[in-house]
C-alpha cells in the first residue's frame, strides 16, 4: 500500500488553476488519487491497531471553507489525513500533511481545551522532571525530535517566570512533527516508516493520556 506520486502532479496544477470549471474537468482524476490516498489511512489504521487503539481515520475534505477568508479559491492544494485515539482512555492523535514540497507527520495536542492544558501544566508543576525524561530519551529524540507550539512569552498565569519548568510551562500546544520529502511519501514502505514512527511517539501520548484521565491525586476521571 503506497501513495501515488500523481497526487503532487495534480496539486501542482490545481494551484496554477484553482477555480471550479478546471476542477470538474479533472474532478474523475482527483477521486482516483482520493481513493487511493483513503485506502492507505485505512491500511495505516488497521496497521497502528496492532498495537494502539485507533477509533477511526478521517481523511479532510478538499473543499475549502472561503466563507470568512479573504483567499477566496475553493479547494486545498493538500491532502490532510488524521487519526483518532479512542477516547476517554486514549488521548491525543495522529496527522498526516501531503503537499508538494511540505510533508510532514504530526503528534500531539493542537488545540487543547482550557481544561486540558491546565491539567498538563499542573503535572508538569508537580514532577515535570517525568515529561522531561520522556523528551530527552534518545531514540525518542532520534526519531521525533523537539517539542513544537505555540507558547506564552513569560509565564502562564499563576505561575513563576523562574519556576524550574517554565520552558515546558509556556508551551500552549505540545506538537512533534517529522518532515518528509515527496519521494519518501511515496515509497512502498512509507507506511511501516509512519507505523514505527508513531510506535515511537507512544510514551508521549501514553504519559499524556495518564495525565489528562487522572486528577492531581493520581485518581481516575474515567
Same mark, same amino acid.
Given at each position: 500500500?503506497?501513495?501515488?506520486?500523481?497526487?503532487?502532479?495534480?496539486?501542482?496544477?490545481?494551484?496554477?488553476? %484553482? %477555480?471550479?470549471?478546471?476542477?470538474?474537468?479533472?474532478?474523475?482524476?482527483?477521486?482516483?488519487?482520493?481513493?487511493?490516498?483513503? !485506502?492507505?489511512?485505512? !491500511?495505516? +489504521?488497521?496497521?497502528?491497531?496492532?498495537?494502539?487503539?485507533?477509533?477511526?481515520?478521517?481523511?479532510?475534505?478538499?473543499?475549502?471553507?472561503?466563507?470568512?477568508?479573504?483567499?477566496?479559491?475553493?479547494?486545498?492544494?493538500?491532502?490532510?489525513?488524521?487519526?483518532?485515539? /479512542?477516547?476517554?482512555?486514549?488521548?491525543?492523535?495522529? #496527522?498526516?500533511?501531503?503537499?508538494?514540497? +511540505?510533508?510532514?507527520?504530526?503528534?500531539?495536542?493542537?488545540?487543547? %481545551?482550557?481544561?486540558?492544558? +491546565?491539567?498538563?501544566?499542573?503535572?508538569?508543576?508537580?514532577?515535570?522532571?517525568?515529561?522531561?525524561?520522556?523528551? %530527552?530519551?534518545?531514540?525518542?529524540?532520534?526519531?521525533?525530535?523537539?517539542?513544537?507550539?505555540?507558547?506564552?512569552? /513569560?509565564?502562564?498565569? =499563576? #505561575?513563576? +517566570?523562574?519556576?524550574?519548568?517554565?520552558?515546558?510551562?509556556?508551551?500552549?500546544?505540545?506538537?512533534?512533527?517529522?518532515? #518528509?520529502?515527496?519521494?519518501?511519501?511515496?515509497?512502498?514502505?512509507?507506511?511501516?516508516? =509512519?507505523?514505527?514512527?508513531?510506535?515511537?511517539?507512544?510514551?508521549?501520548?501514553? #504519559?499524556?493520556?495518564?495525565?489528562?484521565? /487522572?486528577? /492531581?491525586?493520581?485518581?481516575?476521571?474515567?
Amino acid at each position: 500500500m503506497q501513495f501515488p506520486s500523481e497526487l503532487y502532479t495534480f496539486f501542482k496544477e490545481l494551484k496554477h488553476n %484553482n %477555480n471550479r470549471e478546471w476542477f470538474a474537468t479533472h474532478k474523475p482524476r482527483f477521486k482516483e488519487i482520493e481513493s487511493q490516498v483513503k !485506502a492507505f489511512g485505512e !491500511a495505516l +489504521k488497521d496497521q497502528l491497531n496492532q498495537h494502539d487503539s485507533i477509533d477511526r481515520f478521517k481523511l479532510f475534505r478538499i473543499y475549502r471553507d472561503i466563507r470568512f477568508s479573504k483567499d477566496k479559491t475553493p479547494f486545498k492544494t493538500h491532502f490532510g489525513l488524521t487519526w483518532h485515539r /479512542t477516547k476517554p482512555q486514549n488521548r491525543g492523535g495522529y #496527522y498526516l500533511h501531503l503537499s508538494p514540497g +511540505k510533508n510532514f507527520l504530526a503528534c500531539g495536542f493542537w488545540a487543547p %481545551n482550557p481544561a486540558d492544558l +491546565k491539567r498538563i501544566r499542573q503535572e508538569i508543576d508537580i514532577d515535570g522532571d517525568e515529561y522531561r525524561a520522556i523528551l %530527552n530519551d534518545k531514540s525518542f529524540r532520534s526519531v521525533w525530535g523537539e517539542l513544537e507550539g505555540e507558547a506564552v512569552k /513569560t509565564a502562564p498565569k =499563576g #505561575y513563576a +517566570k523562574d519556576h524550574p519548568q517554565i520552558d515546558l510551562l509556556r508551551f500552549k500546544q505540545h506538537i512533534f512533527t517529522i518532515d #518528509y520529502t515527496d519521494k519518501e511519501i511515496c515509497q512502498p514502505d512509507f507506511i511501516d516508516r =509512519g507505523d514505527k514512527a508513531l510506535q515511537a511517539v507512544r510514551p508521549f501520548v501514553d #504519559y499524556m493520556s495518564d495525565v489528562l484521565t /487522572t486528577n /492531581t491525586d493520581g485518581e481516575s476521571l474515567v
